[in-house]
């Protein structure tokens, strides 16, 4: 885990790269920043969200990118210094971390480098979990979560873009031509947001 002081965090967290989330209960300087509610509250959404994690295994968890310290003199001895902790993670981290763990509802690209002009397009409630029932089931090379869509309904997504795609089905050894299609990374990105448009519940996912 990296270290940042506050005032890297404070710009990064301004320049919408990084999440920080405040952890302890013992007041400090720490809860007179303007944003120290948002941190705390940041860590508070997690802590409900895995409450299934016993509280000691949390932050080990959660794999925080960074740890973030804060210098203070200590009010009783001016010659001591308090050191505060918070802990951060980059907001692409967190993104996929989050698409990582809870359920919904995703359109997904995959790429094989055996078929390098094929893009396996389908539907998943976890994408990650999803690709390694896939490369589990026996086939010959792996295949690589590369971009998923958060959407209302994946089924109407999917059977939207199948159908635009219909005259670039292609066979492949590890399955059939339903979810194959010869085209490219990037014109599959931009077909699934064109037809997720008024179905995404947020922006798609870059994996790799």
Request: net charge neutral; aromatic share 12%.
């Amino acid at each position: 885990m990296n270290t940042l002081n506050i005032t890297q965090a404070q710009t990064m967290e301004q320049n919408g790269e990084l999440i920080i989330y405040h952890t302890g209960t013992v007041k400090s300087i720490l809860n007179e920043f303007s944003n120290y509610s948002i941190w705390k509250s940041n860590f508070q959404k997690l802590k409900t969200q895995y409450r299934k994690i016993p509280l000691g295994k949390l932050i080990d968890f959660l794999s925080f990118d960074y740890i973030i310290e804060c210098e203070e003199q200590s009010q009783e001895e001016t010659s001591k210094t308090i050191w505060t902790y918070m802990y951060g993670k980059e907001i692409e981290g967190a993104n996929k971390f989050h698409h990582s763990h809870n359920k919904g509802k995703y359109v997904y690209v995959l790429t094989n480098e055996v078929y390098p002009d094929i893009c396996k397009i389908g539907k998943a409630i976890m994408p990650i979990s999803r690709v390694k029932q896939i490369n589990n089931a026996g086939t010959v090379s792996e295949w690589k979560l590369r971009w998923a869509l958060p959407v209302s309904d994946d089924y109407a997504v999917e059977t939207y873009v199948h159908n635009h795609l219909q005259g670039l089905r292609r066979n492949s050894i590890q399955g059939s031509s339903r979810e194959f299609f010869e085209i490219s990374l990037v014109e599959a990105v931009k077909i699934i947001e064109k037809f997720g448009e008024h179905f995404k519940t947020s922006n798609g996912i870059w994996y790799e």
